[in-house]
């Protein structure tokens, strides 16, 4: 069977997988920030340099939750979430419920984000805020992620595009979306067609995310230069 060139360019069966990846990727997002913007937050104050040193708690946010969780393969991790997702959403197939491995396996990889982001930020602020008698919580988002702010956006774009390639991942093993579209409907059932559809629509997702990031990003550094 040859590649039918018309039957490409109608891209008439993508709009489900969109969806489903569309679904999948962002809710993950959130549950994602959810977890690790807490998670990044404490391994900064908790560290040795930080606003409240805490030893302890940032060696076991550091080594047990963060790195731990982020050296397990994603497939892997799937497998081992299956329960989980099963107890939740009552079912182990499905974008729904594989929103479960897909936050779960991202949010370390947030938290370092996040993590990486606050250091960036001048100490010198951080100091003056101190002196001026700010609270802790008060530099931590008045101060801190505010300065944060275009490197946590660039992060979280990053963060998208990687949800991307994990749901793509996850589709394979009957989480749906585009990776379902391309590798389950599209290459084991002979159909090259919408293989490369999915394929397409996959590269002009992310295109779009990183666009819309990168001009998040440099809005907001612009506006910091006009004050």
């Given at each position: 069977m040859g590649f039918d060139w018309i039957k490409f360019f109608q891209f008439q069966n993508m709009a489900q997988p969109l969806w489903e990846t569309f679904y999948?990727?962002?809710?993950?997002?959130i549950v994602a920030l959810i977890i690790g913007l807490p998670i990044g937050i404490l391994l900064v104050t908790s560290d040795e340099k930080g606003i409240k040193p805490n030893k302890t708690l940032h060696k076991i946010l550091d080594i047990?939750?963060?790195?731990?969780?982020?050296?397990?393969?994603?497939?892997?991790?799937?497998?081992?979430?299956?329960?989980?997702?099963?107890?939740?959403?009552?079912?182990?197939?499905?974008?729904?419920s594989f929103i479960v491995p897909l936050s779960l396996g991202s949010a370390p990889f947030v938290a370092r984000i996040i993590e990486g982001a606050l250091?960036?930020?001048?100490?010198?602020?951080?100091?003056?805020?101190?002196?001026m008698g700010a609270k802790t919580s008060e530099i931590i988002f008045k101060v801190m992620i505010p300065?944060?702010?275009p490197s946590l956006v660039h992060?979280?774009?990053?963060?998208?595009?990687?949800?991307?390639?994990?749901?793509?991942?996850?589709?394979?093993?009957?989480?749906?979306?585009?990776?379902?579209?391309?590798v389950i409907d599209?290459?084991?059932?002979?159909?090259?067609e919408l293989m490369w559809q999915a394929t397409v629509v996959t590269?002009?997702?992310?295109?779009?995310?990183q666009f819309i990031g990168d001009r998040i990003v440099r809005a907001l550094l612009e506006k910091r230069k006009r004050v």
């Open positions: 999948m990727v962002f809710s993950s997002t047990v939750i963060v790195n731990i969780t982020r050296s397990i393969p994603f497939i892997i991790l799937i497998v081992l979430l299956i329960p989980l997702s099963k107890l939740i959403f009552k079912y182990s197939f499905g974008s729904v250091k960036e930020v001048d100490e010198g602020l951080i100091e003056a805020s101190k002196s300065e944060a702010l992060g979280i774009t990053l963060t998208l595009i990687s949800l991307i390639g994990y749901s793509a991942m996850a589709g394979t093993i009957g989480g749906g979306g585009l990776g379902n579209a391309a599209g290459f084991q059932r002979n159909n090259p590269i002009i997702l992310v295109q779009i995310i």
